[in-house]
């Protein structure tokens, strides 16, 4: 037995060793990332979050993707053709587009791709991305097959989107991974296993080499990609550094081009420190706790919900907690959206005594006092920014209110399953990263339906009015009808939104090609890395 013991251990010790030390990318010209979580899957139909996202740009790639700038290019396909009703596109696809394996990206393989982010029993997230194309909702909804979805493939060539009504936004939907097209026969072959090293075959610039979880994710110059001739690196490695300050540590040891992120602590050090490779830039992101409102206290309690949104000093949390140009969120849709202006809290345009003397007399309306407190659980992941946030948070509730918050550090799969799942939480931390550049990014995400709808918050008037947003051709009108659902949506206090991001990096001087943008988009093929600073 002791032997048999042994020889298991030695087994588990070697495949640990080999993880840490032998799935990196080496040869050639490879970029180094930071990435502070691993991803839940790249699955593109199971993946959710910002960095599965950043990966899954890098080894796919949709009909329409993004400059370094943000701007919008042709991509898989090499141009389209827009109905004048708006409900019709038609996309030419590249001829030479290839897979990893060298197979022709063909239109149907789109079609094929499209269907199963739709189909029920895929379960995928980002299922209503494709709400507007015909027939989607329903099948979503189980109504209608797969097969009745508005997707045709003329040829191997043209690919033809029929919408149920007219989406300005749509080229922008497309940008997004849950889009992509599917290699059939290996999906067909390996089932939900496909998205594994060796097992996944792409048709973006790189292919996913190896994946030591907690560890690295490295990819490898797909040479098959249409675009090869100008992708400038050999492959990328993508670290998972969950602590940001042990993420700015590898950085300054050179193992690291890129950081995800910059630690708030002695922020003003590091701009002096690092300088011009300290970027810093508008983005469209939003920080904000969520209500669980399927549950007491919660659920039907207005008054609570009010008192603590009100008794949160953002401004505070931005400037003294954060400081590296966050900006404090008294709306849920971000400012710098095209062509949107973000309604307001009535409450924001209070001084902090104000807020605090209201918010007193809500949470004692709301049935609380000193001598009965509200007692809850605040949720949030592992990161040294999640902490200093929620302890913050968990002093000004005690200091204004009374509220006794208990604080739970959870893992980030562990903390996105118990927000699936909704019956523990209470308060939890979250966050929304604008997939494209519309206020219904944004918008979408509290409504009826949504998997994305953590809070689980229902109102038949906000439903209503984003419904009319969605059918209506006229684009001044469409904003009014979404600028009053957010006023709705605001009133009833379902969030609590904390601040806007800023996107900030460190990027190495040997980087090049980085270029700002509000979506925060940093495509590997596009950047370059030299011999020397």
């Not at 991305?129 to 209608?144: F, H, Q, R, W």
Request: aromatic share 10%.
């Amino acid at each position: 037995m002791k032997s048999t013991w042994f020889l298991l251990l030695l087994a588990v010790l070697s495949v640990a060793v080999y993880g840490c030390s032998g799935d990196t990318l080496d040869t050639g010209v490879v970029l180094q990332r930071g990435l502070p979580t691993d991803p839940e899957s790249l699955d593109q139909h199971k993946a959710r979050s910002t960095q599965a996202a950043e990966v899954l740009r890098d080894i796919g790639e949709g009909l329409v993707g993004y400059s370094r700038t943000g701007q919008l290019l042709p991509a898989a396909a090499e141009r389209w053709d827009i109905s004048a009703d708006g409900l019709t596109y038609t996309f030419h696809l590249r001829e030479q587009a290839r897979w990893s394996n060298g197979d022709k990206v063909k239109a149907g393989h789109f079609v094929f791709a499209l269907r199963r982010l739709v189909a029920p029993e895929t379960g995928a997230f980002y299922a209503n991305m494709l709400a507007a194309v015909a027939n989607a909702p329903e099948i979503v909804s189980g109504d209608l097959p797969v097969e009745a979805l508005g997707i045709e493939a003329l040829d191997d060539w043209t690919l033809v989107l029929k919408l149920a009504r007219p989406t300005p936004y749509l080229l922008s939907l497309l940008t997004h991974p849950s889009t992509f097209p599917l290699h059939p026969a290996s999906v067909t072959e390996h089932g939900d296993r496909f998205a594994r090293p060796g097992r996944l075959v792409s048709n973006g610039a790189y292919v996913l080499d190896a994946w030591v979880p907690g560890s690295v994710i490295a990819l490898r110059r797909n040479e098959y990609y249409w675009n090869n001739a100008a992708t400038a690196l050999d492959g990328v490695n993508y670290h998972v550094v969950v602590q940001d300050t042990a993420e700015l540590n590898r950085y300054r040891a050179g193992e690291l081009h890129i950081t995800s992120t910059v630690p708030p602590d002695n922020f003003a050090s590091l701009q002096a420190q690092f300088g011009s490779e300290l970027r810093i830039a508008p983005y469209l992101g939003l920080y904000y706790y969520g209500f669980n409102l399927s549950r007491p206290p919660f659920k039907d309690n207005l008054e609570l919900r009010q008192a603590l949104s009100m008794a949160i000093d953002r401004e505070q949390l931005a400037e003294k907690i954060l400081g590296r140009g966050e900006m404090p969120a008294f709306s849920w849709v971000p400012p710098g959206v095209d062509s949107y202006e973000p309604t307001v809290f009535s409450f924001a345009s209070l001084t902090k005594h104000e807020r605090e003397s209201l918010a007193r007399r809500l949470y004692k309306e709301a049935g609380y006092s000193e001598a009965e407190p509200l007692r809850i659980e605040l949720r949030y992941n592992t990161s040294d920014t999640q902490k200093k946030i929620a302890v913050a948070v968990q002093s000004m509730w005690r200091e204004v209110l009374g509220v006794e918050t208990t604080l739970i550090n959870e893992e980030f799969q562990v903390l996105l399953a118990n927000m699936r799942d909704g019956k523990v939480t209470q308060v939890f931390r979250s966050s929304w990263m604008g997939d494209y550049n519309d206020a219904q990014t944004f918008l979408s995400v509290l409504q009826a339906g949504s998997a994305a709808n953590m809070p689980r918050y229902a109102n038949d008037e906000y439903e209503s009015l984003m419904e009319r947003a969605a059918n209506q051709v006229d684009s001044d009108r469409r904003m009014l009808y979404l600028e009053e659902a957010e006023r709705v949506l605001l009133a009833d206090h379902p969030v609590i939104p904390l601040y806007f991001y800023v996107s900030k990096h460190l990027v190495s001087p040997r980087v090049g090609g980085w270029g700002d943008n509000v979506l925060d988009y940093h495509y590997s093929q596009h950047l370059s890395l030299s011999a020397t600073n």
